[in-house]
Every structure is written in structure tokens, then in C-alpha cells.
């Protein structure tokens, strides 16, 4: 079992940078592969950014490839997702999420078995 609490969304302006965390507790956190997602009002919910459990391989969305980098720090139980150059379109509620599905990176949310709250993200036009 993990528990994950997001943390760091706000409202921004188009072209601001934030920060969002994921503190993890419970199980060992380099088991899992995590993932960020966010879903806005009336969409799906749509994968964002993963990585793998040391870090050393990532994915990310084509919506914000070049624009948001994921990172983690295993001794701190904590994944990161930084966004740059935010635009409207990327207000939504952001979730983390862990998988216990190591052997790729996983791009769906049915892949991952434990999700934190979320935290919003809003950037008005």
C-alpha cells in the first residue's frame, strides 16, 4: 500500500513555471513506477509524464514534451513534475500516481494501482 499527497498547484499566468510534489509513504517507494495525470472539467482523465523507479527513463505527453520535466528523489519518497511555459489548457486537476508495472512505463490510468488527492492547476486566458 502507498499513499501519495500532491502538493504545490496555484493559479498562474500564461507562460509561469510551478512545481508540483508527491510525498509518498508506506511501502518501499523505489517499487513502483509513478505517473502524473490531470483531468479537467468534463475531459478524461489523460497521462501527463512517468518515470521509472530510479529515474533513469521518462515519458511525457506530446502536449508537454519540452515543457514539463518529471523527476524523483527516492531518499525523500517524492516525485516532482515541473511546468514551464504554462498555458491555459493545461488548468486541470493534477494527480500523481504509482504502478507496481516496472518493465515499461505506463501510459494508462487503469496501469496504475494508487492515486494521491490531486491538486489544482489553473492558468487563466
Known amino acids: 500500500q502507498v499513499q501519495l499527497v500532491e502538493s504545490g498547484g496555484g493559479l498562474v499566468q500564461a507562460g509561469d513555471s510551478l512545481r508540483l510534489s508527491c510525498a509518498a509513504s508506506?511501502?518501499?517507494?523505489?517499487?513502483?513506477?509513478m505517473g502524473w495525470f490531470r483531468q479537467a472539467p468534463g475531459k478524461e482523465r489523460e497521462f501527463v509524464a512517468a518515470?521509472?523507479?530510479?529515474?533513469?527513463?521518462?515519458y511525457y505527453a506530446d502536449s508537454v514534451k519540452g515543457r514539463f520535466t518529471i523527476s524523483r528523489d527516492n531518499a525523500k519518497s517524492a516525485v516532482y513534475l515541473q511546468m514551464r511555459s504554462l498555458k491555459p489548457e493545461d488548468t486541470a486537476n493534477y494527480y500523481c500516481?504509482?504502478?507496481?508495472?516496472?518493465?515499461?512505463?505506463?501510459?494508462?490510468?487503469?496501469?496504475?494501482?494508487?492515486w494521491g488527492q490531486g491538486t489544482q492547476v489553473t492558468v487563466p486566458s
Open positions: 508506506g511501502r518501499t517507494f523505489s517499487s513502483y513506477a
Open positions: 518515470i521509472s523507479r530510479y529515474g533513469s527513463r521518462t
Open positions: 500516481a504509482a504502478t507496481p508495472y516496472t518493465t515499461g512505463l505506463m501510459t494508462s490510468p487503469t496501469s496504475y494501482d494508487y
